[in-house]
Nanobody
């Protein structure tokens, strides 16, 4: 049974940093595409960043240069380092996994329909 459990959310002021973690279990972690998505109130869920099984990464334009996605295969854990946070980054952040080596192909990396497994989310709130 695949499980994804996010942690690390919280409330910080604009300009601050947070690191989100996603602990994965129940599958061959290193062979899957992994991603972070977020959903703000009243908005659609959007892709934030993704990482292929080989470590290649993709980012939304809105977070490039501020966020970094990474993973530790030995710990079955996905990370999202978020720096220079802005109020518009406020959202529920979700970890997701796709049963594929690469995040592109078929669905775009940032298309939530392409992901097969989801965590329950962790809330990030940025105050101005």
């Amino acid at each position: 049974q695949v499980q994804l459990v996010e942690s690390g959310g919280g409330s910080v002021q604009a300009g601050g940093s947070l690191r989100l973690s996603c602990a994965a279990s129940g599958y061959t972690y290193s062979s899957y595409c992994m991603g972070w998505f977020r959903q703000a109130p009243g908005k659609e869920r959007e892709g934030v960043a993704a990482i292929d099984s080989d470590g290649s990464t993709s980012y939304a334009d809105s977070v490039k240069g501020r966020f970094t996605i990474s993973k530790d295969n030995a710990k079955n854990t996905l990370y999202l380092q978020m720096n220079s946070l802005k109020p518009e980054d406020t959202a529920m952040y979700y970890c997701a996994a796709r049963r594929a080596l690469y995040c592109s192909g078929g669905y775009s990396w940032n298309d939530y329909y392409g992901m097969d497994y989801w965590g329950k989310g962790t809330l990030v709130t940025i105050s101005s």
